[in-house]
């Protein structure tokens, strides 16, 4: 025979599933309805980099990673002293931002599909151009797109 506590601890536990259950299963339901309201919304032509995260399901840990990129890029271009714990903080090699020479395309390049986890060659500059659109780090994304034009 099970002693009470034991029972009841049981039951707690049974009943803590069940919530858990339900509790994924709105997220799923959530998750569905959000990207089906990102399919068949009207784009608006304000954010394109908004409609971009949507479009490409960009993790909120992404976008973090991508904002510091183009903070520290920003940095660099002022010729600002980069952070030291920038450097072995990220996913990708930031080598190129700690040498002595200027922002490469291919660099920058190369880091954003490191972040995204991606290997279309046409998406960084998809994103550099979507941010710019939106009014975001204009002058950097400015100079990107120049050097992607270059460099291509």
Do not use: W
């Not at 998809?126 to 797109?145: P, V």
């Amino acid at each position: 025979m099970l002693d009470p506590k034991i029972k009841q601890l049981e039951e707690m536990i049974v009943q803590q599933n069940k919530v858990i259950l339900t509790l994924q299963n709105k997220i799923e339901l959530l998750e569905d309805k959000v990207v089906r309201l990102a399919i068949c919304k009207i784009s608006n032509g304000n954010y394109p980099y908004y409609d971009f995260l949507l479009s490409y399901h960009i993790t909120p840990e992404q976008q973090f990673q991508i904002k510091r990129l183009f903070m520290v890029l920003s940095e660099k271009r002022s010729g600002n002293t980069l952070p030291v714990s920038f450097k072995s903080s990220e996913s990708y090699s930031t080598d190129f931002l700690y040498e002595d020479s200027t922002i490469t395309y291919n660099d920058v390049k190369n880091s954003i599909l490191t972040i995204l986890l991606n290997t279309d060659d046409d998406l960084p500059l998809s994103l550099i151009t979507a941010m710019r659109d939106q009014g975001m780090q204009t002058e950097l994304c400015d100079y990107l797109i120049s050097l992607a034009k270059n460099e291509t």
